[in-house]
């Protein structure tokens, strides 16, 4: 677990903002479009809660899972021979040390200015969730984007069912007094929907080609020194989709819906396109 955490004001929006759309969803949409004790509408409600169960459930994950920290005793083997692959600096071809952390960086560790320390496969520090998404969170966090973006599509289809009933002279009456539900949750839900799904996809072409939100940048500078070389780059974490899926969600299919983590290592050592060869490296 993450140690040391305190009041977060971009945490706090989250929460809140999950639980105003989960009760304007219910008691407001749902209930005015079926009615909460209809078949239809006891569906939904069971259907919208175990969606925004999951956002909450992954969410704390995210939020409280250590992304994944260097041990002070981790040193490159250059010898191992089951560990071919070693990154090294663009300058120098030393192998990667930390001057603020004073210990040599894993594979695909990178230090976190915010936080303050080195994170295990580094992806980004994300101030929604006041966490670096690295190692030991990242499907946690991907599960989350994924579990938002459907609660945020379906509580906007709902909300514009709601709006086509015709409702009797004295419900329009009443309704006036939900207008501004409507409207605060109009202005929320599709910024979030636009946003969250934008994101969502950015994160799936990642685990598709196994990269993390750092290696793609690196990447781009990688493929055009490459380019400007006559050579070209392949990024050596990537293992074929399926397999790259698997690398991040697990073999177990029925397990991608979940934020569990057993299949992840330890973090310190990846397989690579590379593990046949020997004495390879890859510049960063």
């Known amino acids: 677990m993450k140690q040391g955490f305190s009041f977060s004001l971009p945490v706090t929006v989250v929460a809140l903002s999950i639980f105003y759309i989960y009760f304007s969803t219910v008691f407001i949409f749902i209930e005015r479009w079926f009615g909460l004790m ?17 956002c909450i459930f992954t969410y704390a994950a995210s939020v409280f899972t250590d992304p994944g920290r260097v041990p002070s005793t981790y040193a490159p083997d250059i010898e191992d021979v089951e560990n071919p692959i070693h990154e090294i600096k663009r300058k120098g071809g030393d192998l990667r040390y930390c001057q603020k952390c004073s210990h040599y960086k894993p594979p695909r560790a990178h230090h976190c200015r915010v936080c303050k320390r080195c994170v295990l496969r580094m992806d980004h520090h994300c101030i ?9 969170n990242y499907k946690a966090f991907f599960i989350f984007v994924m579990y938002a973006v459907i609660a945020c599509i379906y509580s906007l289809v709902l909300l514009v069912g709601s709006l086509t009933i015709d409702y009797p002279k004295d419900e329009q009456q009443s309704g006036d007094s939900f207008r ?12 979030l929907c636009v946003a969250l799904s934008i994101l969502l996809g950015w994160h799936i072409y990642l685990i598709l080609h196994n990269k993390t939100t750092i290696e793609y940048h690196e990447g781009v500078r990688a493929m055009w020194l490459a380019e400007k070389g006559g050579s070209v780059y392949t990024h050596p974490y990537d293992l074929g989709a399926y397999e790259n899926l698997t690398k991040v969600l697990g073999s177990n299919v029925l397990s991608w819906v979940c934020p569990t983590s057993r299949h992840i290592g330890s973090g310190l050592r990846f397989q690579t396109a590379y593990d046949n060869l020997s004495g390879a490296s890859t510049t960063i």
């Not at 501004?180 to 910024?191: C, D, E, Q, R």
């Open 38 to 54: 209809s078949s239809p509408g006891i569906f939904n409600t069971v259907i919208f809660t175990t969606i925004a169960l999951m």
């Open 128 to 136: 929604w969730i006041s966490n670096c998404v690295g190692h030991a």
């Open 180 to 191: 501004t539900a409507y409207v605060i949750s109009g202005l929320l839900l599709v910024p």
